[in-house]
């Protein structure tokens, strides 16, 4: 047992006692990670004591539903900062990856590899199977929360609405984007 380890087992708050997972198996995936602790009175130098607190951290969220990291702009919640920064891109606007072909561009990368696939190459990226289908017109979908979003145009159900003039959308990115035109933002 190196003496990192010991430290560890001194601090049962970091053992997640619900979860079948070991703290060794939850960072698995985050070698050399080197992550803030406070409150934790390890050393400050030893990053596997660090990153395995950290990871037992991230862990546990998802255990309790803790989301930590809180948007500015709408009420978006996450376990995880990068997802936050990400988020951002919404309200941002911020579109840092540009086509090579056309003028599209893009908040996220993985939107634009499918840009191209869909208008570039011919492949056809979401060409699976639809189990999910509506009983009112012959729409499908591959999940059942986008078919409940779907339901919503038969329904007329518009659950999120805007604190300044009271228009309703069923969508919450149509309600940020709705946002914008109060504040003047690029819509």
């Known amino acids: 047992m190196l003496a990192s380890d010991s430290a560890l087992l001194s601090y049962p708050e970091m053992e997640d006692s619900s979860c079948e997972h070991s703290l060794e198996e ?5 070698p050399g990670k080197e992550m803030d602790h406070p409150g934790h ?12 607190w950290a990871c037992s951290r991230k862990h546990t969220t998802k255990h309790t539903g ?6 500015g702009e709408c009420e978006y919640k996450t376990t995880n900062k990068s997802h936050l920064s990400r988020h ?5 606007g911020e579109k840092p990856h540009k086509c090579d072909q ?3 561009s893009a908040s996220h990368k993985s939107n634009l590899n499918r840009h191209i696939a869909a208008k570039h190459t011919g492949d ?5 199977e639809k189990p999910f289908t509506c009983d009112r017109c012959d729409y499908s979908a591959a999940q059942k929360c986008t078919l409940d979003r779907h339901l919503m145009t038969h329904t007329g159900e518009k659950p999120y609405m805007c604190g300044e003039c009271g228009h309703r959308t069923a969508e919450k990115s149509d309600l940020a984007r709705h946002m914008r035109t109060h504040t003047g933002e690029k819509t």
């Open 26 to 30: 939850q960072c698995v995936g985050h």
């Open 41 to 52: 009175p390890g050393k400050e130098s030893d990053s596997r004591e660090t990153q395995t």
């Open 66 to 71: 803790e989301k930590p990291y809180i948007c």
């Open 88 to 92: 951002m891109k919404i309200h941002t």
């Open 102 to 104: 056309c003028d599209y």
């Open 124 to 128: 056809k990226p979401y060409m699976w």
